[in-house]
């Protein structure tokens, strides 16, 4: 069974070792370890942003630690559990940006910001499933801080949970593409515009405007604006701006249903 998503290894020891209850955790007592949790994220987050979570091993980590694999296992119960743990710790570090005003609008840029940078620091986390997130201290903290810009605009709790959770998948999406995009370019040592450029003639031979004049049309005009088929940063802004009407139109609802809450 693939482990390299968010709460694929043993739920207790899960939880036990997010939240600092080693002996539970690993299952047994012993001497005064030589390191601590956080080293152990440290170093496997670091591993993750400079090759990939794919990198990620218990041995590639122990190496870093200067442990033994058997070691490791001492602190950690498994893969599965230290991907918990990473994620956990990006969590927990996320930056809390200063919102550019005083309304929720302002606030929510300001999640989606933050969550855009944790995903720019540490690109694995966006394509890492959470479907079952880790309910550690630093998801949490993070849950609790995102919430706050919903707080008190006139939606019920649960509008409040699902308008956060379509907020953030909006933004580890942007995440997702710009993180393709970097590694094409990656790949090919070609920004997308030069990529494009030196396949036009390719291109030219197989698609017909004739056929599809609209998709001629749009995409032409597209391309010369981002200098290439897909701009990360115009895909953001524009996006973000679309949820955010979306949201305004359901709080605007929700005030005219709910007058006495708001």
Same mark, same amino acid.
């Given at each position: 069974?693939?482990?390299?998503?968010?709460?694929?290894?043993?739920?207790?020891?899960?939880?036990?070792?997010?939240?600092?209850e080693?002996?539970?955790?690993?299952?047994?007592?012993?001497?005064?370890?030589?390191?601590s949790?956080?080293?152990?994220?440290?170093?496997?987050?670091?591993?993750?942003?400079?090759?990939?979570?794919?990198?990620?091993?218990?041995?590639?980590?122990?190496?870093?630690?200067?442990?033994?694999?058997?070691?490791?296992?001492?602190?950690?119960?498994?893969?599965?559990?230290?991907?918990?743990?990473?994620?956990?710790?990006?969590?927990?570090?996320?930056?809390?940006?200063?919102?550019?005003?005083? *309304?929720?609008?302002?606030? /929510? &840029?300001? !999640?989606?910001?933050?969550? %855009?940078?944790?995903?720019? +620091?540490?690109?694995? $986390? #966006?394509?890492?499933?959470?479907?079952?997130?880790?309910?550690?201290?630093?998801?949490m903290?993070?849950y609790?801080?995102?919430?706050?810009?919903?707080?008190?605009?006139?939606?019920?709790?649960?509008?409040?949970?699902?308008?956060?959770?379509?907020l953030?998948?909006?933004?580890?999406?942007?995440?997702?593409?710009a993180?393709?995009e970097?590694?094409?370019?990656?790949?090919?040592?070609?920004?997308?515009?030069?990529?494009w450029? *030196?396949?036009?003639?390719? /291109? &030219?031979? !197989?698609?017909?405007?004739? %056929?599809?004049?609209?998709? +001629?049309?749009?995409? $032409? #005009?597209?391309?010369?604006?981002?200098?290439?088929?897909?701009?990360?940063?115009?895909?953001?802004?524009?996006?973000?701006?679309?949820?955010?009407?979306?949201l305004?139109?359901?709080?605007?609802?929700?005030?005219?249903?709910?007058?006495?809450?708001?």
């Amino acid at each position: 069974m693939a482990t390299d998503r968010s709460s694929a290894g043993d739920p207790a020891r899960t939880l036990a070792l997010l939240w600092g209850e080693p002996a539970v955790a690993d299952g047994r007592r012993g001497p005064r370890k030589a390191r601590s949790t956080g080293e152990i994220a440290a170093a496997a987050v670091a591993l993750a942003d400079a090759e990939g979570v794919e990198a990620v091993t218990m041995r590639r980590v122990a190496q870093a630690l200067d442990l033994s694999p058997m070691a490791l296992y001492t602190y950690v119960p498994g893969k599965a559990e230290l991907l918990d743990l990473m994620l956990d710790t990006v969590y927990a570090g996320m930056p809390r940006a200063r919102p550019e005003g005083d *309304g929720w609008r302002a606030r /929510l &840029a300001a !999640v989606a910001a933050d969550n %855009r940078a944790l995903y720019r +620091a540490h690109p694995w $986390a #966006a394509s890492l499933p959470t479907g079952r997130p880790p309910l550690g201290p630093g998801l949490m903290a993070k849950y609790e801080y995102e919430l706050r810009a919903l707080d008190g605009v006139g939606l019920g709790d649960v509008e409040m949970d699902a308008a956060l959770t379509h907020l953030l998948g909006f933004v580890q999406s942007c995440a997702r593409m710009a993180a393709d995009e970097r590694a094409a370019e990656q790949d090919s040592a070609m920004s997308d515009e030069q990529w494009w450029a *030196g396949n036009a003639d390719l /291109l &030219a031979k !197989v698609f017909d405007p004739r %056929r599809h004049p609209t998709a +001629a049309r749009v995409g $032409a #005009a597209a391309g010369e604006a981002h200098g290439g088929a897909y701009s990360p940063a115009h895909a953001y802004e524009f996006g973000l701006a679309v949820v955010l009407d979306g949201l305004a139109a359901l709080i605007g609802r929700a005030r005219a249903e709910r007058p006495d809450e708001a």
